[in-house]
């Protein structure tokens, strides 16, 4: 008897670590699953409070509204959007139309004056990094459009 009690000295040692190991990788993905999607509510949430306090400005070129846009997301940091937030991981891109059919059309407005654009498609794109990558699964893009009928546009029209 004593001699399979010294066969089994460390097997505990040996399987916590084992056990350690597997338990850790799946807490990481777990919250790493969890932080994406935070991530994906408060790109919905800028989204949505960002369009809604831009569309009654105006602004005569989109590096403005790019920058007014920033402004508002700085303004209205969340708890972990500090975190989250780095310039190269969020691009904004503003396209102007001047009614339905140029918008179904996707013909934008380019050289003409922005005034004659009442309705506006925002689309925010925010490149996810996860906290371990496995393979392919090195970035996971979230965007989000929002199509808004601007409000100096609706008073000029």
Known sequence: MKRSHR????VASIEFALGFIVLWFMTVMIMDIGLRNYTVAVVNFAA?????DVKVRHFETESE?????EEV?????????????HDS?????????????ALVGERQLMNQSIASAPIASYLITFNYKPLITL??????PIK???IAVQ????RES
């Open 89 to 101: 991981e969020l691009t904004v891109d503003m396209k102007q139309y001047p009614n339905i059919d």
């Open 73 to 85: 997301l700085s303004e209205n940091a969340f708890s972990l959007w500090g975190a989250l937030n």
């Open 144 to 146: 989000r459009e929002v």
């Open 7 to 10: 066969l089994q000295k460390g």
């Open 65 to 69: 509204f790019e920058k007014y846009f």
């Open 135 to 140: 393979g392919d699964y090195t970035s996971f």
């Open 151 to 154: 409000e100096y546009g609706r």
């Open 48 to 52: 949505s409070e960002a369009t809604r």
